[in-house]
């Protein structure tokens, strides 16, 4: 039946291997979650090196290429926008007043953390899951076995802590970077009055959505580096596998990104927007 109907087999198939694929993915997003208390404590030093990985790069991409500058220019080039678009469509109806509303109302709820997602996504995300690859079809992930070392604790639970360690401090950056760009860009650019810039900032800015923007990067940040690890430690097929594995985590955490802004948007302003326009 099978080699008759090569074509029309795959399609029944199909459905049970998607079934199948996410069962391997929610075991091992299990196994890695359990394992990253043992790798923190067991681990240290590897864990302390991928930080630093994390934040700043290793060797010569440690100049242009850690995280902290590629999401930092990102949430920079982001408030900047923001606040030219928002002085020149709020100057159109007379009320660019607002502007500070939008950079402590927009920075916080959607931009920061959508593009802190997605520069953690592009930066540390993708060079995990091709080191991981690199490790697979390099067989030293099997060298780790022998050796009676946990290949999931020490390669993927060490990430997993020192990604959400990492995160922290890194989101604190992003989210001074978009409002520093989109104060001077405000201000110093366009001409606004810094204290009525000020104002208008600080009457919106609420500390219990900042809060929340650190909670949902902090989310972003876990499932970035679950699909990322997932992606490299289960990568096969030579050099080339290891550059479609990188595709195909990249484009499944970008999805991800924006699927955990809506979920929590949905779940912490669905029914309550936490927003009231006055002063």
Do not use: C
Request: net charge positive.
């Amino acid at each position: 039946m099978a080699a008759r109907y090569p074509k029309y087999i795959r399609r029944i198939r199909r459905p049970y291997l998607a079934i199948g694929r996410v069962g391997d993915h929610a075991l091992f997003y299990l196994r890695a979650l359990t394992s990253a208390p043992y790798a923190a404590w067991h681990y240290r030093r590897e864990t302390i090196r991928l930080i630093a990985e994390i934040s700043m790069g290793s060797g010569a991409l440690a100049v242009f290429g850690g995280t902290v500058v590629i999401v930092g220019f990102l949430t920079l080039a982001t408030g900047g926008t923001l606040a030219v678009q928002g002085y020149s469509s709020l100057g159109n109806i007379g009320i660019e007043a607002l502007t500070g509303f939008l950079s402590a109302f927009i920075n916080v709820r959607i931009s920061a953390p959508v593009v802190a997602g997605i520069g953690l996504a592009a930066t540390f995300g993708a060079g995990a899951t091709a080191q991981l690859g690199a490790m697979r079809i390099n067989e030293e992930i099997d060298a780790l076995e022998s050796l009676a070392v946990e290949p999931v604790a020490y390669l993927v639970g060490t990430r997993l802590v020192a990604g959400m360690i990492a995160i922290t401090p890194l989101y604190a950056l992003a989210v001074i970077a978009s409002f520093i760009a989109s104060r001077v860009m405000t201000v110093f650019l366009l001409g606004q009055s810094a204290g009525l810039y000020d104002h208008y900032f600080g009457t919106f800015l609420n500390p219990i959505d900042l809060l929340w923007s650190f909670l949902q990067a902090m989310l972003m940040a876990l499932v970035i580096l679950l699909i990322h690890t997932y992606f490299g430690f289960f990568a096969s097929g030579g050099p080339s596998g290891v550059g479609i594995a990188v595709g195909n985590a990249v484009r499944t955490s970008l999805i991800a990104v924006v699927s955990v802004t809506l979920l929590v948007s949905l779940a912490v302003y669905g029914s309550n927007g936490n927003f009231d326009l006055s002063g």
